[in-house]
């Protein structure tokens, strides 16, 4: 789920920020399209939305399991500071991940690779005003839920991802067609006998990495 949400068209030369309100993102219904079992990762602000969050897991029927941290390293861009909401310039971002049903490392390694990666991003931010968030949690999503079915909300054109559906108001055209998505998800095929986004429910797994597991 995108990390700023965004409320209203757009244009050519500017984003349009105006934020929803708590109420709005409960009308979501990610209870209803979350399967089971599934995460959801969900941008929450640097520190000021953690309990809109939460409230919003328990909303939807989810139960937090981990909170990745985003550590801005401002090489480029320095810090914007903002007396009015703490009194030190804050660096970092959240992002809760929420999980709906049970998954256990000892017997789930079809659906998850627990362990591989870990909870804190360092990377640069964007300029001032941009909502665009590190590649790298995509890259930690990917190998982290071997789960097929990946959707974005909130999504822009410049992070759409082969395999993910994408939702956000930037996109004029839909290449979805639903009969066909439906189709990538039949059957019970795994790596390496499928090696793209189609053809099964997970992605499955090798020798090679069973074997860098903890």
């Not at 055209?173 to 499928?194: A, H, Q, R, S």
């Amino acid at each position: 789920m995108g990390g700023v949400v965004q409320k209203g068209k757009q244009n050519n030369n500017e984003e349009d920020l105006t934020p929803w309100s708590l109420d709005e993102l409960k009308g979501l219904k990610i209870d209803k399209i979350a399967d089971v079992p599934s995460f959801v990762f969900l941008w929450c602000g640097s520190s000021e939305h953690l309990e809109d969050a939460r409230e919003l897991f328990r909303h939807w029927g989810l139960r937090r399991c981990e909170d990745i941290i985003w550590a801005k390293t401002n090489l480029k861009n320095h810090p914007t500071v903002n007396e009015e909401l703490s009194f030190m310039n804050r660096v970092k971002e959240h992002c809760l991940v929420g999980i709906k049903g049970t998954v256990k490392r000892g017997s789930d390694g079809h659906f998850i690779h627990a362990n591989v990666d870990t909870d804190v991003i360092i990377a640069e931010e964007e300029s001032l005003a941009s909502t665009k968030k590190p590649e790298e949690l995509y890259e930690i999503i990917e190998r982290f839920c071997l789960g097929r079915k990946r959707i974005e909300l909130f999504a822009r054109r410049h992070n759409r991802r082969p395999g993910w559906l994408s939702v956000g108001n930037e996109f004029e055209e839909t290449t979805f067609i639903k009969e066909e998505w439906d189709t990538w998800f039949d059957g019970n095929l795994l790596y390496p006998d499928v090696q793209d986004y189609q053809g099964g429910r997970y992605l499955g797994t090798t020798e090679s990495i069973e074997n860098l597991r903890p």
